[in-house]
C-alpha cells in the first residue's frame, strides 16, 4: 500500500461542537446532529479504503477535540505530542495521551514543551521530508523540538500565514502534492508535482490520500475533483459542511500512525 499510514484515531464531535474556535461567519449555524452523522460517513470511508480508524471516546469539555490531528504527531517507533499555539485547546493532548495508554500501537512518546508551539494541522509528512509550517499555532521553537525528537527525518519549515499549513497543500503520493497557489508557495517544496486548486476551491487542497490513487477531497467541489481525475487519481467526495463552518478540514478530523516514524 502506497499510503503513509493504515491504522488512524478519531474522536467523535462533542456535544459542545457548536461552540468550538471559528473564524467563520456561518459558526454559529452548526448544527451538532449532523456533524455527527457526517463524522460517521467520514469513518465509514477511511474503513472501506482498508484503514483501521481507531474511535476514541468524545470530549465533552473541548469543543474543537473532534480535530483530533492537532494534539499529536504520531508513529509506530516515536510520537511527538503537541503544545497549542491556540491556547483554548490546551489539554486536549493531556487526554489524547491518557487515551494513547491503551493502546500497543504508538511509539515511544515526546512532548512539545515551552516555549514551543506545534500543532498537527501544520505537519505536511512525506516519504522523506515532514515539512512544518511556522504559523499562527506553530513557532520555531516547536519546530527545533520535534526536529531534536526526529532525527532521522528531514524536518522542514515553511513559514505561512494561514491557521494551519495543511490549511493550503496536503501530500498524495509519488512526490506529488495538491495545492492552493495563492495560500501556500509551491516553490517551498521543490523537486515536488502540484494538482493547483482554484482560489474559489481551496477548502479541498486540504485533502487526505488513502491509498490506491483514492483521494479523500470535500464535496462541491467541482474543479478540485476533475483536477484529480485528469491527474489519474479517484477523488472521493464527503460532506464537511459542519467541519468547515468550524474551520476544520478533512485531514483534521483523523490523527494517522505514521509507518515512517
Known sequence: MDRLFDSTFVRPPPNCYSECISANPHSGEIDVTLA?????QYCS????????????????????????????????????IGRFGET?????EKALVDDLKQSARIGRLSWVIEPGTLEGGDIVMTEEDVFVGE?????AAGIQQIAHVLKGMN???????LMHLLCGCAYLNSKTMIIAPELVNAKSFPGFKFISIPKEETYAADALYLGERKVLIPSGCATANAKLKEAGYRPIEVDM???WKGDGGVTCLNSPIYKLL
Open 241 to 243: 459542511s459542519e467541519f
Open 155 to 161: 524536518i522542514k519549515a515553511v513559514k505561512t500565514e
Open 36 to 40: 455527527k452523522a457526517q463524522h460517521r
Open 45 to 80: 470511508i477511511l474503513k472501506e479504503s482498508g484503514i483501521e480508524v481507531i474511535a476514541l471516546p468524545p470530549l465533552e469539555n473541548f469543543p474543537d477535540s473532534v480535530f483530533v490531528q492537532d494534539s499529536a504527531l504520531l508513529g509506530s517507533r516515536d510520537s511527538v
Open 135 to 139: 504559523s499562527k499555532r506553530t513557532n
Open 88 to 92: 483554548r485547546r490546551r489539554g486536549e
